[in-house]
């Protein structure tokens, strides 16, 4: 996820961290990707990079119930992962431009996850 949240600054500095071969897959490339503009097929390719982070986001919640209550607070960042991948999914969602969430979107986002049953609250 990383890879999509840095992608704009990694950009500026002609550095690609997207897998190339996923990128061709989609029929793109790193000149595409380093124009700093969202395209369709560059677009697809980042939403494949995130389909697969959701996939492993998945798996990471169906073993949280294994983890005993104690020890899932440590956990809690999983909740803002899956805060970030929900909105880099939107179709208005442009990699491409910096976005910033505030200190209070991410300290309300851990409570509420502190909260619900998936981390033991």
Avoid: Y
């Avoid at 500095?13 to 969202?38: A, D, I, N």
């Avoid at 395209?39 to 983890?67: M, S, Y």
């Amino acid at each position: 996820m990383q890879v999509i949240a840095t992608l704009q600054w990694d950009v500026a500095r002609r550095q690609l961290f997207v897998p190339l071969q996923l990128l061709e897959q989609h029929g793109s490339g790193t000149e595409e990707v380093f124009s700093g503009k969202q395209t369709p097929k560059a677009r697809a390719a980042i939403d494949a990079l995130i389909g697969e982070a959701r996939a492993h986001l998945n798996t990471a919640f169906e073993l949280l119930a294994d983890v005993p209550p104690e020890v899932r607070p440590v956990l809690l960042p999983l909740a803002l992962v899956r805060r970030d991948l929900k909105r880099m999914s939107r179709a208005d969602s442009d990699p491409f431009v910096p976005r910033v969430a505030s200190r209070f979107r991410t300290l309300w986002t851990l409570w509420r996850a502190s909260r619900s049953p998936e981390f033991g609250g």
